[in-house]
């Protein structure tokens, strides 16, 4: 008799997604000594705190789910958008869009703390630092922030700290963008800044310790700020700008004003509006301000053989590592939307750029010529490619004449429209726009200059050798090539982060990011012509919202921290409406996540720390103590579930009980969400409020250190007081600059959780369990696993502990170098305990790879004992030459060990081994020679 196959090659959760197959499981649970699966959870997961209903919804293939994803995206209406006000039409070169924001080799590395297996996209983010300096005209760039609104919230909290006025007040020019002042402001409140916005000519320097202007100005204004920088700096006050980068190929930069710091969006530099984002952000500033700079800094330095190398610098200001005295909670930033913009002006070159600039403007004025001839009011008189026209009360009429020819116009005031024209305008659309203000007559030719000549840049730029190459598309493609190379992401191995959640970035939930219909949609359009996006962010909330047991969920944050933070501030106001105004303490256990403190620092709230217990649990007894000591003081406790340790706390429901007795609102943050889902909800335990790390749990790619999404659930108490945004009516208090946050990346987690199904996404929490103690099982006996539950099990990740080889000098570096021979992104470092490894394997790695990993590690505690042995010293052996490149293979070789065990270690592939393109770099050098941009000229010469 024919037996048809039961096997369900559609079923993506268990055939695509979850790494081992169910045989495999079985092994492995073997090695752990569970019955089954569902005995290991109940061994792990407290009862008391399981959820009683399964997650409800069934999944989709991946072939239906593009067929939905095509319909969704039909209801959105694409259209010419010159709206502007930050967000610009652009023109992805298809070489960039298929070589980097569509390969897996970018879009699926880490941030690159380790900057041996980095070295590619290190390059990249100098570049893109290099390409913000020259064109800022100011010396040291950061890589990057989250968009530019949070970038001029976070120049205004750097002007505060390095201004020597002692003036309390920030100064915003009113021609900034309106979700700039309204980031501004958000930001301001907790820390006590007052903000005053008005007219530039209007400023009093001496009265504020900074200010920030728009150049050129959201109406289109462009003028010279030069007087107010040195009114500024007479006061001792601080000079800021926001600006934009094209408009800097022609027009004269920051730096060349006086202006102190610079900051803006890098969005019409090849990257898609996509309603909102993720877009990189740019600062830049005086060199003497570098070390008060948020967010990351990538430097030259030296590897071991005395070549250069790139890293990440002066990592001693970063959130985890100074916490409540952090001067920003910046984690998240845009690294692979930067790369994307540092490779479009390597594509085009600084002639190309400047081509495209006069385009823009010279269209710009032929339209405001065409107006103007028209007898049309048009403002401003100097401007670079944008234009208010004045219309009275034929607004309504015009717009809707404009959309009804496809196109969005913005609307000022009552009486006038603005019209931003970008890379994409052609003259069909010029054509159209006359003819929406009843214009038939054919346009002039390109007008003349519309800037006065001395606002024109009178200085170079761009001009380090790597922008100009050979632009041919064949050399593009093999420079990318080659940087990609130089990297390793998850397209090669797995990378074993704990409380980062490395796993599969599938292909059909990244593919819709492209399509023009989720693309080319401004932010800011009529909500009627976003109705794709608003059925999917819905249909999103509600299955976050059954998935964590909230009610309702603010999409608006676009980083993890960032979602820390916004949750802090909706607590803050909601203790403010019920008059709780003096309630500001915030009670964090010394093992929460590092952002934890920074955020709550900024959100204003105290910090009051609370201990561990031996075990790494919250130690009860001081929180309980101290949660009583602040009374009527207290805000909000902060708690990491499953701990930071790696383990399901059994007194969780407690430590929420403590803190709502005390009238405190309790924030679980979502890092380890992949822990819980389809298992618990925090909002059932005691949660009022948590960020989920979409980056993580919700498969959003890492992009080689963003972009990342962080959008905050709250239960029905909370949720009046969410963050609200000037564009949609809902008021003040926005934390980002578009209403959704990055809102094309949501689609990627939605996505996913349709494949999934309720169930799948269960599976998988069930499985990065698994492989979690699945490696805890096989290295326990090697390396001491530092915290466990109270039956002998971890969560979804464990702490190697290997704190003891340092009594023989091996230090945790040392073992973190070597598993880069082996082919491997080290695990989490010295994070939350020093000197010790934080492994995650999640559930998308196989039984072999996650095998690979372990023969790898247990390799290296061979070479360890022999060092414990006293068979070879520790500075002679191959964990202190890690990592090995080809360079140490093919020159004279003096150790004491051999070629085969430095350069193929257990675990290494032999035919496709990754090598890494530096030896270990100096990262004590590169902070003490700190260089930020492309290396000079001479340096190529040298070389």
Known sequence: MFTPTTYDTYDFANRRHIGPSPDEMTEMLKAVGARDLEALIDETVPKSIRQAQPLSWAPLTEYALLQKMEEVAKKNRVMVSLIGQGYYGTVTPPAIQRNILENPAWYTAYTPYQPEIAQGRLEALLNFQTMVSDLTGLPVANASLLDEATAAAEAMAMAQRVAKSKATAFFVDENCHPQTIGVIQTRAQPLGIEVIVGAADDLVADQVFGAIFQYPGTYGHVRDFTAQCEALHGAKAVAIMATDLL?????????AMG?????????????QMGYGGPHAAFMACRDDMKRAMPGRIVGVSVDSHGNRAYRLSLQTREQHIRREKATSNVCTAQALLA?????????????????????????????????????????????????TVKVGVGQQGIMAAA???????????????????????????????????????????????????????????????????????????????RLSDR??????????????????????????????????????????????????????????????????????????????????????????????????????????????????????MQVVVVNSAPNGDVDLEDFEAKAKAAGAKLAACMITYP???????????RVCEITHEHGGQVYIDGANMNALVGLVKPGEIGGDVSHLNLHKTFAIPHGGGGPGMGPIGVRAHLAPYLPGHSETGEGTGAVSAAPYGSASILLISWAYCLMMGGAGLTQATRVAILNANYIAARLKSAYPILFMGNRGRVAH??????????????SVDDIAKRLIDNG????????????????????????????????????????????????????????????????????????????????????????????????????????????????????????
């Open 247 to 255: 408009a800097l190929c022609l027009l004269k930069e920051p730096g």
């Open 487 to 604: 990297d390793l992401a998850l397209d090669r191995a797995m990378i074993p982060l704990g409380s980062c959640t490395m796993k599969l970035n599938a292909a059909a939930e990244m593919m819709p990011l492209t399509w023009p219909e989720f693309g080319s949609l401004h932010p800011f359009v009529p909500a009627d012509q976003a109705a794709g996006y608003h059925e999917a962010i819905s249909d999103l909330t509600e299955k976050l919202c059954e998935i964590t047991g909230y009610d309702a969920f603010s999409m608006q944050p676009n980083s993890g921290a960032q979602g820390e933070y916004a949750g802090l501030l909706t607590i803050s106001a909601y203790h403010r409406a019920n008059g709780d105004d003096q309630r500001d303490i915030c009670l964090i256990p010394m093992s929460a996540h590092g952002t934890n403190p920074a955020s709550a620092q900024m959100a204003g």
């Open 797 to 810: 990740e464990c702490i190697l502990d290997t704190r003891k080889f340092a009594e023989v000098g091996v």
């Open 259 to 271: 202006a102190d710091i610079a900051v803006g969006s890098a969005q019409r530099f090849g990257v």
């Open 403 to 481: 959309r009804h020819r496809g196109i969005n116009l913005r609307k000022v005031g009552r009486d006038r429209v603005g019209i931003s024209i970008d890379e994409t305008t052609d003259a069909g659309i010029v054509t159209r726009l006359l003819d929406a203000f009843g214009i038939t007559e054919a346009p002039g030719d390109l007008g003349a200059l519309g800037v006065p000549e001395a606002m024109l840049r009178a200085s170079d730029y761009l001009t380090h050798p790597v922008f100009h190459m050979n632009r041919a598309e064949s050399e593009m493609m093999r420079y990318m090539r």
């Open 824 to 943: 491997f992104h080290a695990p989490t470092m010295s994070w939350p305990v020093a000197g010790t490894l934080m492994v995650e394997p999640t559930e998308s790695e196989t039984k072999a790879e996650i095998d690979r990993f372990i023969t790898a590690l247990l390799a290296i505690r061979d070479e360890i004992a022999a060092v414990e042995a006293g068979e070879i010293a520790a500075e002679d052996s191959p964990l202190r030459h890690a990592p090995h490149t080809v360079e140490d293979l093919v020159t004279d070789w003096d150790r004491v060990y051999s070629r085969e065990a430095g350069c193929f270690p257990a675990g290494a592939f032999r035919v496709d081994k990754y090598w890494p393109p530096v030896g270990r770099v100096d990262n004590v050098f590169g902070d003490r020679n700190l260089i930020c941009i492309c290396p000079p000229v001479e340096a190529y010469a040298a070389e």
């Open 643 to 653: 701990s930071t340790h790696g383990v399901f706390e059994e007194t969780v429901k």
């Open 339 to 387: 790369v994307m913009a540092s490779f479009y002006a390597v594509f085009h070159g600084p002639m190309g750029l400047r081509a495209i600039a006069e385009r823009v403007h010279f269209t710009t004025t032929q339209l405001a010529q065409a107006l103007r001839d028209a007898g049309a009011v048009v403002e401003p008189e100097a401007f670079f490619d944008t234009l």
